[in-house]
């Protein structure tokens, strides 16, 4: 979705709310930052730990 067609769908009223509520946030903790980060540059990286989901499938 493009900038326009959520400037479209939302109109400027709502943007402009969640523009001054992400303001009010406060500031994330780097470590935060960083496992975010880590988490939408790998997304489809699975841990060693986790069961497969086929064998979660299976279990239940």
């Known amino acids: 979705m493009t ?3 959520r400037r479209q769908l939302l109109g ?3 943007i ?3 523009h001054e509520r992400v ?3 406060p ?3 780097d470590e935060l930052i960083d ?3 880590r988490v939408l540059t790998r997304p ?3 841990t060693v730990d986790a069961p497969e989901a086929s064998e979660q499938r299976t279990a239940a």
């Open 23 to 25: 303001a009010e946030a």
């Open 44 to 46: 489809a990286l699975r």
């Open 27 to 29: 500031e994330a903790p």
């Open 12 to 14: 400027d009223t709502v």
């Open 3 to 5: 900038r326009e067609e």
């Open 16 to 18: 402009e709310q969640i």
């Open 35 to 37: 496992t975010i980060r």
